[in-house]
């Protein structure tokens, strides 16, 4: 196996743990965060912290997708190639920042069990919207745009089928308008119209990791030689 075929796989892979991790975290700490009572109640935590750690797993693959793409896509492209690691690093902050209130939420409810009072629930939903509002900027606004850039890049350089890329194109700007519907009460963040607005960049991700892991990088734009100034030998110029 080649080392770009080696990093066509690692790509692949991580677009897919990101999906199972996020996809995973909901569905653990989800029902609980919907109740508004959890911090005073007597329910464990184990699943509260496993969504947590879900979490925590998916900001640290989100990262490596960047990593292990960027020494293929900055040869079509280094300036998009490193605002797409950019944007995707600051994802992975966002959604690590938001697990700190649900970790906070877990030790307040250890230290407040039989504690009844609405200033304990208020400060336990104040907490959850915290992290609801991490996880709208970071998976709706960056996300979108990132997913614009890494999918233009794939299409013009045909690393993969171009269908692929055009779900992107779609999915990123469709995700991202999503995100500000929710933001401004047009409807809520888990709902029909969220989820509906979730598939083109849900199918954009799934499609590119299977390809990626099954196919690897097309060879002829794979090897294209890297045409960056550090590669050409090109000294900067100074200011």
């Known amino acids: ?39 005073v109640g007597s329910v464990t935590d184990t699943r509260m912290l496993l969504g947590a750690f879900l979490e925590v797993i998916l900001a640290l693959a989100i990262v490596g997708t ?40 877990v030790t307040l409810r250890q230290h407040l069990t039989g504690t009844a009072g609405t200033d304990v629930v208020s400060l336990g939903n104040a907490l959850v919207a915290f992290h609801n509002w991490t996880f709208l900027l970071g998976p709706s606004y960056v996300c979108g745009t990132n997913t614009v850039l890494i999918a233009y890049l794939m299409y013009r350089s045909g690393l993969v089928p171009r269908f692929i890329p055009v779900l992107g194109l779609i999915g990123g700007p469709l995700v991202f308008a999503s995100g500000a519907a929710q933001m401004f009460g047009l409807f809520e963040q888990v709902s029909v119209w969220a989820a509906i607005a979730a598939l083109p960049i849900f199918a954009w991700e799934v499609s590119l990791a299977l390809y990626l892991i099954l196919k690897g990088f097309r060879p002829s734009a794979a090897t294209r030689p890297d045409t960056s100034p550090v590669a050409a030998g090109v000294e900067p110029v100074a200011a």
């Open 66 to 105: 960047a990593v292990a793409l960027y020494p293929v896509v900055k040869r079509q492209n280094e300036g998009v190639a490193l605002g797409y690691m950019g944007l995707r690093t600051l994802e992975a902050g966002i959604i690590a920042i938001g697990v700190v209130p649900l970790l906070a939420v």
């Open 1 to 39: 196996m080649t080392a770009t075929r080696r990093t066509a796989v690692v790509a692949g892979v991580l677009y897919l743990v990101t999906h199972v991790t996020s996809i995973g975290g909901l569905a653990l700490y989800g029902p609980v965060l919907s109740k508004s009572g959890y911090i």
